[in-house]
T-cell receptor, first 111, second 110 residues
Framework: GQQLNQSPQSMFIQEGEDVSMNCTSSSIFNTWLWYKQDPGEGPVLLIALYKAGELTSNGRLTAQFGITRKDSFLNISASIPSDVGIYFCAGQLFTGNQFYFGTGTSLTVIP | NAGVTQTPKFQVLKTGQSMTLQCAQDMNHEYMSWYRQDPGMGLRLIHYSVGAGITDQGEVPNGYNVSRSTTEDFPLRLLSAAPSQTSVYFC?????????FGPGTRLLVL
């Protein structure tokens, strides 16, 4: 299967700090997605990216589709306690219907 | 709309037992899929379906069967449970690129 390398694996930050995480692949993806998973829940879509170079925001979240189509970045500005959770990237190839997920970044926000 | 529902929420099985994890969606989505989530490994695709009567294997299909007789339902069957199948299972449905996940089923195989 496709390998999506997501980093960092975990982050511990102070409330109010900005957060950056990224996802890289050896394959070229048609679509990049970012999800958040709260404890005991299923992942929820945060941002979807469809074009190389695209920069999309959702409130304090900003994500970018890498120019090479092999990577994507997620930034969270001015973190708050409810940002705590696991963030996953996911990609979809040009061919097929499957979505491939990264291993996740666990975010802890210290008040 | 209830979205994507999964039952049961928790299940304990003995090795060799069989069971079916239920998944239903009321959004009329054609694409449905099953994932398992294990610590440090993200979500891995087990099986997926692009419409009623059509299913296909994902990354980790061994030990699991699926069927899709209706648009709404996509059950996952474990024919002979093994400890390696201890995991959290998520069902998802989607229209285009946006996937909606159910709340998950936590399965322990002893």
């Amino acid at each position: 299967g496709q390998q999506l390398n997501q980093s960092p694996q975990s982050m511990f930050i102070q409330e109010g700090e900005d957060v950056s995480m990224n996802c890289t692949s050896s394959s070229i993806f048609n679509t990049w997605l970012w999800y958040k998973q709260d404890p005991g829940e299923g992942p929820v879509l945060l941002i979807a990216l469809y074009k190389a170079g695209e920069l999309t925001s959702n409130g304090r979240l900003t994500a970018q589709f890498g120019i090479t189509r092999k990577d994507s970045f997620l930034n969270i500005s001015a973190s708050i306690p409810s940002d705590v959770g696991i963030y996953f990237c996911a990609g979809q190839l040009f061919t097929g219907n499957q979505f491939y997920f990264g291993t996740g970044t666990s975010l802890t926000v210290i008040p | 709309n209830a979205g994507v529902t999964q039952t049961p929420k928790f299940q304990v099985l003995k090795t060799g037992q069989s069971m079916t994890l239920q998944c239903a969606q009321d959004m009329n989505h054609e694409y449905m899929s099953w994932y398992r989530q294990d610590p440090g490994m993200g979500l891995r695709l087990i099986h997926y379906s692009v419409g009623a009567g059509i299913t296909d294997q994902g990354e980790v299909p061994n030990g699991y069967n699926v069927s899709r007789s209706t648009t709404e339902d996509f059950p996952l069957r474990l024919l002979s449970a093994a400890p390696s199948q201890t995991s959290v299972y998520f069902c998802a449905s989607s229209y285009s690129e946006t996937q909606y996940f159910g709340p998950g089923t936590r399965l322990l195989v002893l």
